[in-house]
């Protein structure tokens, strides 16, 4: 499957984004979405990921409760909205699809998109 994700940009604190990770080719239903994030000098993190199927939903602690993943199965499209931005938020964002077992380590997924910067200011 290939990723594009896109929707990223410049913001001040307290504002959001919506971020697109668009799919296309063979998605199986038992597949995980998932965004991920790197900032300057420090590793890749986990964001969020949603189930394809089911629609269940996970999210690091870090983003609970300002960010939100969906899926729109027709559009083949995961968002990933995020509010009350800080400035720790700023990063490169990364989609990525597979059939992991553990949501949150991007080894396993089998696809990534290109990142899209997002970037929070003081």
């Known amino acids: 499957v290939q990723l594009q994700a896109f929707g990223g940009g410049s913001v001040q604190a307290g504002g959001s984004l919506r971020l697109s990770c668009a799919a296309s080719g063979l998605i199986f239903n038992n597949y995980v979405m998932g965004w991920f994030r790197q900032a300057p000098g420090k590793a890749r993190e986990f964001v969020a990921a949603i189930r394809w199927s089911t629609g269940s939903t996970y999210s690091a602690d870090s983003v609970k409760g300002r960010f939100t993943i969906s899926r729109d199965n027709a559009k083949t499209t995961v968002y990933l909205q995020m509010n009350s931005l800080r400035p720790e938020d700023t990063a490169v964002y990364y989609c990525?699809?597979?059939?992991?077992?553990?949501?949150?380590?991007?080894?396993?997924?089998?696809?990534r998109g290109q990142g899209t910067q997002v970037t929070v200011s003081s």
């Open positions: 990525a699809a597979g059939t992991v077992r553990f949501v949150d380590r991007e080894r396993e997924y089998e696809s």
